[in-house]
């Protein structure tokens, strides 16, 4: 049973996704009650919320695609989609309690370290103070819209698939989908069969892994795993394992990463006969080198009699449709993005603010850093959950968060026992880790040859390299030699007299 802490951290988690719900009830159970959640959407679940186009489906099986503390035993399909997986964190909030600690439609605008305490001020003018803040702000986030010539002069109907208009009707009409990444290939599927005419306009093809996305879950699972929990616990412990034989097919080149890539180009070969359209669908890189695409609908949909797949260069956006660069104007009614996100802007364009006013813009002048994805040198009590590296493209998202989470727990009860009143990681322990990060990468999949969304601006691979035991090392046992701790001197309350306790 959680017991009362002497001194009670006041805690500010911004965004409630996964990565924030995880951080609120990890702090719940560890019996820290002082926090509050800034959401700046009208409901929780971060991208789940954010997302909300036709066919989506999370391609990561359901099964292992829920928190550890939360277990889901009747899970509807082996894929869940999109809103199955809202109404689960809805749930999850409700059951724990967190809706008492939420603030829905509260943008953080700035976030400033003051006095060892963070100032934290809110689009709509409230201010809050707190010891810590937990950025929580997830990584595809902020929708990325090419800047086309003559967008504007469209006619009809544009839409980003992050941003879904739910009244938007395409049956009936003549559709355009720019991108070929997860979220294109879903998209496609999903509006094909009832438009006029669907058009994929592709400017890189992506190999897609055949799956039977829409593959229904048999109700007598759910009743035996809802029956034995220690059932349920197995199936999500062997779930974790064999995630973890896939991270290594990313991690390292061996003859796995071999036998997965060989599927993916049978999928192609055996789904699409037309030679010069498998043509155009064949990417010129290793499979998996960005993230995989899985579908078992997408090669039908794209074969369809009223669908076509356009390679040529976009030039223009005309009132009427799209131009290519072979001079044809494809007539369209509307334009569905499916063209990512700024992936790298974490908790930007916040105004946020660490010691001596160091801007985040400073501070990752040279691309986002993050000691162990959780800690920024110069920002003291701050933490962030899903940060930098995090591991998008192998292990379970949940089991990071709530790792990280647990670690930073380990700092909160440190607080409140009164062992210090600001860490911050050091500079050097974060140049540290990320140059073992960059040693990491050379082996990986990602580092083959592709141009992918995990890209910084500065060619560095922001993804986690390493495996789930690496992790677990990593975030289990705080090192207080790779961090600044200061205190108060006993009686001390003016903050210039604070001492430094270790310092490295
Ligand atoms: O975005 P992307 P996404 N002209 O960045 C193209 C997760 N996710 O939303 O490859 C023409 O992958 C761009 O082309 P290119 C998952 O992690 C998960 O599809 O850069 N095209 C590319 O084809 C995924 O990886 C699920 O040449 C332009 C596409 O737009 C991540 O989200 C479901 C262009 C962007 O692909 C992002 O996926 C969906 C231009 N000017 C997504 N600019 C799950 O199931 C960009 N493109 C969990």
Redesign the pocket.
Same mark, same amino acid.
């Given at each position: 049973m959680a017991t009362t802490p002497p001194r009670e951290p006041s805690i500010i988690i911004i965004g409630a996704g996964v990565a924030g719900i995880a951080a609120a009830v990890t702090f719940k159970k560890a019996g820290f009650e002082d926090f509050v959640i800034l959401e700046k959407g009208s409901d929780v679940g971060g991208v789940w919320f954010w997302n909300r186009y036709p066919g /989506? %489906?999370?391609?990561?099986p359901s099964q292992l695609y829920q928190f550890g503390f939360a277990p889901k035993p009747d899970w509807s399909r082996v894929w869940a989609t999109g809103p199955e997986i809202q109404r689960y964190h809805a749930k999850v909030v409700d059951e724990f309690g967190l809706r008492a600690h939420l603030r829905l439609d509260s943008e953080v605008t700035d976030a400033v370290f003051e006095d060892d305490r963070w100032q934290v001020t809110v689009a709509d003018g409230t201010r809050l103070s707190a010891d810590f803040v937990i950025a929580a702000t997830g990584v /595809?986030h902020h929708p990325?819209t090419?800047d /086309?010539p003559g967008l504007d002069s469209f006619e009809g109907t544009v839409v980003h !698939?992050a941003r879904w208009d739910d009244a938007l009707v395409t049956a009936g009409r003549r559709v355009a989908v720019? #991108? &070929?990444? &997860? %979220?294109?290939v879903?998209v496609v599927s999903a509006l094909q069969p009832e438009a006029a005419r669907l058009l994929q $306009? %592709? *400017? !890189?093809p992506?190999w897609v892994l055949w799956a039977p996305m829409g593959l229904r879950r048999s109700a007598l699972v759910a009743k035996a795993l809802a029956a034995s929990p220690a059932l349920h616990d197995r199936v999500y412990a062997a779930a974790l394992w064999a995630s973890g034989i896939l991270a290594d097919v990313a991690l390292r080149p061996t003859w796995r990463r071999r036998a997965v890539q060989e599927l993916a180009r049978w999928s192609l070969r055996v789904q699409v006969r037309d030679k010069a359209l498998r043509e155009s669908l064949t990417p010129g890189y290793q499979p998996l080198c960005? *993230?995989q695409v899985l579908s078992g609908s997408y090669y039908r949909a794209i074969q369809a009699d009223n669908a076509g797949l356009v390679t040529d260069a976009?030039t223009e956006i005309t009132p009427a449709g799209i131009r290519t660069a072979d001079g044809r104007e494809h007539a369209v009614d509307v334009i569905v993005f499916? %063209? #990512? $996100?700024h992936p790298h802007n974490y908790m930007r364009p916040m105004n946020l603010r660490g010691r001596d006013g160091l801007t985040i813009d400073q501070a990752w002048a040279k691309g986002p850093r993050a000691y162990r994805m959780s800690a920024i040198p110069g920002f003291p009590n701050l933490f962030t959950v899903l940060g930098p590296n995090s591991p !998008?493209g192998s292990i379970s998202l949940q089991y990071s968060a709530e790792l990280t989470a647990r670690y930073i727990t380990r700092w909160l009860r440190r607080f409140a026992a009164g062992e210090f009143d600001t860490v911050e990681v050091t500079e050097e322990a974060t140049t540290r880790f990320t140059d073992a990060v960059t040693e990491a990468m050379g082996p990986t999949v990602w580092n083959t040859g592709c141009?992918s969304?995990y890209f910084t601006e500065q060619n560095t691979i922001d993804l986690w390299p390493f495996d789930r035991a690496t992790m677990t090392a990593l975030l289990t046992e705080p090192d207080d030699n790779d961090f600044l701790i200061t205190t108060t001197a006993a009686g001390a309350a003016d903050p210039k007299e604070r001492e430094c306790r270790s310092t490295r």
């Open positions: /989506l %489906t999370c391609d990561v /595809l990325f090419p /086309l !698939t720019i #991108g &070929s990444g &997860s %979220t294109g879903q $306009f %592709t *400017r !890189t992506q960005k *993230r976009i499916a %063209t #990512g $996100f !998008t141009n969304w």
